[in-house]
C-alpha cells in the first residue's frame, strides 16, 4: 500500500510537471513578456501588446444570449475599482465581482434557470503585461497559463498606444471570439454582439480621431464555451490599415 | 418578312408628339431609333428618326420632348468628342420599301442645350453613301471612338446589304481622305460599335421592325480583335454569315428592342439604351429603354430593370446581410440532437417570425445598421419601393430602402454614416440610387452623395456598413439584392 501511495504520488507529480512543461511550452508558442522597449505595430498593423487581467468568471451555457441588450448590461457592470480608467502595471492585482454557478446535482440537460444557482464572491485577480506572438491574442491559452477557469468568463484588457501625429477619421477594426466591447480613450467604439468567430477586420468603429502622444485602448471580451481570442488594428478613412505612426509602450 | 420601313417609323414618331396627354411612370419616353444617351450640363439627350429628339432634366429618369435635331432624317448618332458633339444620321430614300440610295452625314454642336447661346449646328458633310444597285443601304449610323488608338468609325447598313465600316477624322467628321468601306455584317441593322477588354464588339438588330406590338427586334453581338472585323458570335459564326449573339429580347411588357447605345458612366456602371417598338403599357408606341449593361465571360448583356420588392441586402465582401443593429430574438423549436429515424413524429411547420413579435422591443428613435448572418428575420427584410416626383438616374428612379411592413428607413448621415430612422421624410439622405454594375452586383448611393458623385454604401469590415468612396474594383463597395418570395 505505502509503495502505491508513492507510485500514484510520482505519478500526479510527474503529470503535473508535465503539464506544467506543456503550459510553459504553449505560453511560449503564444506569448511573450513586455518589455520596456516601445513596440512598432508591424505590416499588418496589428496591436500585439496587451496588459491583460485573469478572466472574471461570468458563466453562460452558450454564445447565443450575446445580444446587444445583454451586453450593454454586463459591459456597463462594475467587476472591479476604476475598471474604465485605470491603467495597470504588470503584477497589479483587483478584487473582482466573479459570478459562480451551482448547476442542480443531478442535471443531464440544460436545467430550468430557476434551478440554478447564482452566487458573487471577490476573487483576486492579477494583470498579466504580454506580448502577442500572433496577430491575434490568444486569451484562452492565456487563462490556460495563468491556470484560471477557461469558459465563462470576461476578459479585460488594456492597451496604450503612441501616435507620432494626430490621426483623423480612423476606425478602430476588431474581430473577437466571442461577443466584446471597445472604448478609446474612455469613449465607446464598437460592440461587436452574437456568437462570433474571431476574424480580422470584422467590426469596425465609426470614424474617430487619434491624438498626437498616449491614447488608450481598452476592451472587455466575454464567451460562454469555445475558444476566446481577439485582434485589433486601426484603418485609415480610406480603410488601409494604418502600420506607420503608432507605436506601443 | 423582315423590313424596315424608316416612312413607318417616322410616322409612329410623328403621331407620338401629340401623345402629351398620354399619362407615363416615366414622362414621354416616345422615339424611334434613338442615339447613344448624351450628357450635356446635366441634361441628358437622345436624338431619332425624324426631327428633334427627348431630353432628360432629372437624371435621365423622365423624358419629354426638347431635343433639337435638324435635318430630319433617320436614326441618329451622337458621340461627344473633346468639347464638342458630332452627330451621325442619314438621309435615306425609305428602306426596303424605296429606294436603297442613301447618305450619312454627320455635323457638330458646341452644346445640346437648346436654349445656350453656343447652340448651332455646323454645315453637314456627307461621310458615306449608298446608290441603287449597292449592297448596302446607307443609314443608321453608329460611332466609335477607338479609346486605344483615338481613330473614329462608323458603322452603318440595313437587311438589305452589307453593314460596313468606315473610318472618319475626330477633328472634322469628314470621311478619312481614300478610306475604303470594309463589310462587317449581312442581314442585320441599327449597329453600333463598342470597345472592350482588347475587343470590338459590333452591336445590331434581328428581327422585324416597325410592327408595334408584334415587331420582334432584337439585339445581337459578335466580336473581333479588329475593329474591321471579322466579328463572329459565341459559336464561332461571323457576322458577315449572319451570326450574333443575344443581349436583350422582348421582356416585361415591352417588345422589339433595337438599335443599341452604350454609356459608360464610370468603371463598372454601364447602361444600355435602345428603343422598345412597343410599350403595352403605352399605348403599344415606341419608347425609350434604358437597362443596366452587364457583362458575362466577355460578352455584353442586358440587365433587369430593378423590380421593387422585399429584399435580402447581402454584402460582396462576405456575404453578411445588412440588418438592423438590435437584438436577434430567438424562435422556440426545431431543435434536435439525435435523429432517431424509427421514430415516429408529426411533421409540422414553425412560424416564421413576424414583424410584430419583435418591433415593439426595437428603439423608436434611430436604430444603427449592421452586417450579420441573414436568418431571415424581420430586421433583415427591407421593403424597396420606387419614389416618384424625386428624380433618378438612366431610366430608374431613387428607391426608398425602409424594414418590410414599417417606416423605418435606411438613412445617410452627414458625417458619412448609414443608420436608419422610423420616418420617412423624402430626403435626399433617404433616396438611393441602385444601379445594377457590370458584375451584376449592385451599387446602393444615397442621392445626396450621386449629386457628388462619390460615397456609396460600403462595407468597411465584414460586420459594418458605412459609405465610402465607390472602386468598382473593391467588393466592399458591392451589393447582391436577392428577393425574399
Redesign the interface.
Known amino acids: 500500500m505505502k509503495i502505491s501511495r508513492v507510485l500514484v504520488l510520482s505519478l500526479v507529480a510527474l503529470m503535473t510537471q508535465l503539464g506544467d512543461c506543456w503550459n510553459a511550452q504553449a505560453q511560449e508558442k503564444y506569448f511573450s513578456a513586455s518589455t520596456k522597449d516601445a513596440l512598432s505595430i508591424g505590416n499588418d498593423g496589428f496591436l500585439r501588446r496587451w496588459t491583460v487581467l485573469e478572466p472574471i468568471s461570468k458563466p453562460n451555457q452558450g454564445n447565443?444570449v450575446f445580444?446587444?441588450?445583454?451586453l450593454n448590461e454586463v459591459f456597463a457592470k462594475e467587476y472591479f475599482k476604476n475598471q474604465m480608467t485605470c491603467l495597470p502595471k504588470d503584477g497589479d492585482k483587483v478584487k473582482a465581482v466573479a459570478e459562480i454557478v451551482e448547476m442542480p446535482a443531478d442535471f443531464r440537460r440544460m436545467p430550468d434557470p430557476s434551478q440554478i444557482k447564482r452566487t458573487f464572491k471577490n476573487e483576486t485577480l492579477v494583470w498579466h503585461k504580454i506580448d502577442s506572438k500572433t496577430f491575434n491574442l490568444k486569451l484562452m491559452r492565456f487563462g490556460e497559463f495563468h491556470k484560471q477557469r477557461l469558459y465563462g468568463v470576461i476578459y479585460w484588457v488594456v492597451t496604450v498606444i503612441n501616435c507620432e501625429n494626430d490621426m483623423e477619421n480612423v476606425?478602430l477594426?476588431v474581430g473577437s471570439n466571442s461577443a466584446s466591447k471597445w472604448w478609446v480613450n474612455g469613449e465607446e467604439a464598437l460592440l461587436?454582439?452574437?456568437d462570433r468567430r474571431m476574424?480580422a477586420?470584422?467590426?469596425?468603429s465609426?470614424?474617430l480621431n487619434l491624438k498626437k502622444g498616449e491614447n488608450i485602448i481598452r476592451g472587455a471580451i466575454i464567451n460562454g464555451p469555445g475558444m476566446t481570442d481577439f485582434c485589433v488594428r486601426f484603418?485609415d478613412e480610406?480603410?488601409k490599415v494604418i502600420t506607420n505612426g503608432i507605436t506601443i509602450k | 418578312m423582315k423590313n424596315r420601313n424608316i416612312l413607318n417609323a417616322a410616322l409612329i414618331a410623328s403621331a407620338m408628339m401629340f401623345m402629351s396627354e398620354a399619362k407615363a411612370q416615366v414622362g414621354e419616353p416616345f422615339i424611334h431609333d434613338p442615339a447613344t444617351l448624351a450628357e450635356c450640363d446635366g441634361k441628358w439627350y437622345t436624338y431619332g428618326t425624324g426631327e428633334n429628339g427627348i431630353l432628360s432634366e432629372d437624371g435621365g429618369y423622365t423624358w419629354h420632348s426638347g431635343a433639337v435635331r435638324p435635318h430630319r432624317g433617320a436614326a441618329p448618332d451622337v458621340l461627344k468628342i473633346g468639347d464638342r458633339y458630332l452627330f451621325a444620321w442619314s438621309a435615306t430614300g425609305g428602306g426596303l420599301g424605296g429606294t436603297h440610295s442613301g447618305d450619312v452625314l454627320t455635323m457638330w454642336n458646341k452644346t445640346l442645350d437648346p436654349n445656350s447661346p453656343d447652340f448651332k449646328f455646323t454645315e453637314p458633310v456627307v461621310v458615306a453613301s449608298s446608290r441603287d444597285g449597292d449592297d448596302c443601304d446607307a443609314i443608321d449610323a453608329g460611332l466609335l471612338l477607338d479609346p486605344t488608338t483615338g481613330r473614329l468609325w462608323l458603322s452603318y447598313g440595313t437587311y438589305f446589304g452589307f453593314i460596313r465600316v468606315v473610318e472618319l477624322d475626330p477633328k472634322t467628321g469628314k470621311r478619312v481622305e481614300g478610306n475604303e468601306a470594309v463589310n462587317v455584317a449581312i442581314d442585320c441593322e441599327a449597329t453600333d460599335l463598342i470597345y472592350k477588354d482588347g475587343w470590338y464588339y459590333l452591336l445590331g438588330t434581328h428581327g422585324t421592325c416597325c410592327d408595334g406590338v408584334n415587331s420582334t427586334y432584337n439585339i445581337v453581338v459578335g466580336r473581333s480583335r479588329s475593329v474591321t472585323g471579322p466579328y463572329v458570335d459565341n459559336t464561332g459564326r461571323t457576322m458577315i454569315e449572319g451570326g450574333g449573339k443575344m443581349v436583350i429580347t422582348a421582356h416585361d411588357k415591352v417588345v422589339g428592342p433595337g438599335h443599341f447605345g452604350r454609356t459608360i458612366v464610370t468603371e463598372g456602371i454601364e447602361k444600355m439604351s435602345c428603343h422598345f417598338e412597343a410599350d403595352f403599357d403605352m399605348n403599344g408606341y415606341s419608347v425609350l429603354g434604358i437597362r443596366p449593361l452587364l457583362w458575362k465571360n466577355g460578352w455584353p448583356v442586358a440587365g433587369e430593370k430593378f423590380r421593387e420588392g422585399v429584399y435580402e441586402v447581402a454584402s460582396e465582401r462576405h456575404g453578411y446581410a445588412l440588418e438592423l443593429?438590435?437584438?436577434?430574438k430567438?424562435i422556440e423549436g426545431g431543435r434536435m440532437r439525435w435523429f432517431n429515424p424509427n421514430e415516429k413524429r408529426e411533421i409540422k411547420p414553425i412560424p416564421m417570425q413576424s414583424l410584430e413579435q419583435v418591433q415593439n422591443e426595437w428603439p423608436s428613435d434611430e436604430i444603427g445598421v449592421?452586417n450579420?448572418?441573414f436568418m431571415v428575420r424581420p430586421h433583415q427584410k427591407w421593403s424597396i419601393t420606387a419614389v416618384e416626383g424625386v428624380g433618378g438616374f438612366l431610366g430608374q428612379p431613387y428607391y426608398r430602402i425602409s424594414i418590410e411592413g414599417t417606416d423605418r428607413t435606411l438613412t445617410a448621415t452627414k458625417?458619412?454614416?448609414v443608420i436608419t430612422t422610423a420616418t420617412f421624410e423624402k430626403t435626399d439622405e433617404q433616396l438611393w440610387q441602385i444601379d445594377q454594375m457590370t458584375d451584376g452586383t449592385y451599387r446602393i448611393m444615397p442621392k445626396s452623395e450621386a449629386k457628388a458623385g462619390k460615397r456609396c454604401l460600403t462595407s468597411?469590415?465584414?460586420?459594418?456598413p458605412?459609405l465610402?468612396?465607390f472602386d468598382f474594383k473593391n467588393d466592399?463597395c458591392k451589393w447582391n439584392l436577392k428577393e425574399l418570395r
Open positions: 447565443t445580444v446587444d441588450s445583454y476606425r477594426s461587436l454582439s452574437g476574424v477586420d470584422d467590426g469596425m465609426e470614424r484603418v480610406n480603410g | 443593429a438590435v437584438d436577434f430567438r449592421r450579420g448572418d458625417e458619412g454614416n468597411i469590415a465584414d460586420s459594418t458605412t465610402a468612396d466592399n
